[in-house]
């Protein structure tokens, strides 16, 4: 720097220093040559304008060579050749996959459910409580889907068919009650949200009503609502 001002001299002295010259040296002196005149006297701010113009044409260029327009002089390549390039396409959204199942054990990411347990079959499980409501978060998969809720028990069976689900924030779908191979089944296809965001799903489950064993002379004091073993989500 000499009074402030930007020493483009220094600029030649400083890449042959660093050993950043390449094989043509001749050329990249040349080069630095005619970027100490164009930059002398420059403030560091006018200094690191003129870099960012320069990178910037430099990129256009390369850009377009690439795109099959020509070689072209080195410089500025004109808003014609800017225009010539290909615009960058954004990369595909790779594809979803079309099923998930989450198993309702202890790695399951929930919300509003108590802890695991492991039934007469050795499979886990998961009661809903003590509110009625409560959250899974699925694999995301590709929409419209199908949500089908593996149901272990129930304390409150009466209310089987009025349970509802929702995906990521939007409407409520009420399920139908099927039953499947292994056990009741409660299905519904709740509409995709307006926004879906991230790797997951939120599902939200609503089973209408808890109650506790307690009440009807048992010693367990929870408030039960639904016990799943499983939630499989299927695109439609």
């Known amino acids: 720097m000499q009074g402030g001002a930007f020493a483009a001299a220094d600029l030649r002295g400083a890449a042959e220093s660093s050993g950043a010259l390449p094989a043509d040296h ?10 100490a005149t164009e930059l002398a006297g420059l403030s560091p701010e006018a200094a690191a304008a003129w870099l960012l113009q320069r990178l910037a044409a430099m990129e256009a260029m390369q850009l377009t060579l690439n795109s099959g327009v020509g070689l072209m002089e080195w410089g500025d390549p004109g808003p014609a050749a800017v225009q010539a390039v290909e615009p960058l396409q954004p ?3 790779p594809s ?13 990411r929930q919300e509003g459910f108590y802890d695991a347990e492991t039934g007469a079959n ?4 998961r009661w809903i409580g003590p509110e009625p409501r409560a959250a899974v978060f699925l694999p995301r998969v590709a929409q419209p889907a199908e949500i089908r809720l593996l149901v272990h028990s129930a304390f ?20 139908t009650l099927e039953q499947g191979p292994e056990g ?15 790797g997951a799903m939120r599902l939200d489950i609503d089973v209408v009503r808890t109650d506790s064993p307690l009440n009807r002379g048992q010693s367990d004091p929870r408030m039960l609502g639904v016990a799943l073993r499983g939630i499989e989500a299927r695109s439609v």
């Open 26 to 35: 001749a050329l990249q002196r040349r080069i630095l040559d005619r970027y």
């Open 96 to 108: 979803l996959p079309t099923e998930a199942l989450v198993v309702c054990d202890r790695e399951m």
């Open 122 to 125: 050795g499979r886990s499980f």
């Open 91 to 93: 990369e595909p959204e």
């Open 184 to 198: 009741r089944v409660l299905v519904a296809q709740p509409p995709p949200a307006e926004v879906s965001r991230g």
């Open 156 to 175: 409150c069976p009466e209310v089987l068919g009025d349970v509802r689900v929702a995906l990521d924030g939007g409407a409520w779908a009420t399920v």
